[in-house]
């Protein structure tokens, strides 16, 4: 059975802090890796991962896929109270192009001032 | 463009009522596909659809779920009689060709009393 775990589920740092959210996946036919962050409402995109080794960026934020060990890291630095939020794994997979994502349980991360 | 439509947000049901969740993808999208979250865990995907058909429902429950997805109108996920372990959050996403990224609506919380 397909599946997808992250961890750790949940994580508080301070404001300022680097922190690294892991997620690794078991799949038949992989297509790609998404992470998405969610605050109490619609999961809103940060990345799409297709290749290995090659480093997504945006901002604060980068994500990395290794699919030799079949993981992801997903790394946001000097992290601020709005950072704040549940962050989504997900991977599409399977051998026709549907787009039906398998989540991981999410990691919640909270960071104080 | 007012992107992925949900209705209500919140819906409270007793034991044995009927749900029925809205969904209005984005102006253009095609193909819905409906997930959903219970508490403490991620997005489980339930349905796939395109316009008045159904591509995917391995994820449904095989009794008192159902969707559509008519030729006008929103896609309904309907839920009959309802129970509470059907208590969670409920996402639609859609897109404009399956496989590609897509865009979450703010979800449906149904709480069954």
């Known amino acids: 059975e397909d599946k997808v775990v992250q961890s750790p589920l949940s994580l508080v740092v301070h404001e300022g802090d680097t922190v690294t959210l892991n997620c690794s996946y078991e799949?038949?036919?992989?297509?790609?890796l998404l992470w998405y962050k969610q605050e109490k409402k619609a999961p809103t995109f940060l990345f799409m991962l297709?290749?290995?080794?090659i480093e997504k960026k945006s901002g604060r934020l980068s994500s990395i896929l290794d699919k030799k060990e079949l993981f992801s890291i997903l790394n946001i630095t000097a992290t601020q109270t709005g950072d704040s939020a549940v962050y989504l794994c997900?991977?599409?997979?399977?051998?026709?192009?549907?787009?039906?994502?398998?989540f991981g349980q999410g990691t919640t991360l909270q960071v104080k001032p | 463009n007012a992107g992925v439509m949900q209705n209500p947000r919140h819906l409270v049901r007793r034991r044995g009522q009927e749900a029925r969740l809205r969904c209005s993808p984005m102006?253009?999208?095609?193909?819905v596909y409906w997930y959903r979250q219970l508490p403490e865990e991620g997005l489980k995907f339930m349905v796939y659809l395109q316009k008045e058909n159904i591509i995917d429902e391995s994820g449904m429950p095989k009794e008192r779920f159902s969707a559509e997805f008519p030729k006008e109108g929103p896609s309904i996920l309907r839920i009959q009689q309802v129970v509470r372990g059907d208590s969670a959050a409920y996402f639609c996403?859609?897109?404009?060709?399956?496989?590609?990224?897509?865009?979450f609506g703010s979800g449906t919380r149904l709480t069954v009393v």
């Open positions: 799949v038949t036919n992989f297509r790609s």
């Open positions: 102006k253009g999208h095609s193909h």
């Open positions: 297709t290749s290995s080794g």
């Open positions: 997900a991977v599409e997979a399977g051998s026709s192009n549907t787009g039906k994502l398998i």
């Open positions: 996403a859609s897109s404009w060709t399956g496989g590609e990224g897509y865009t």
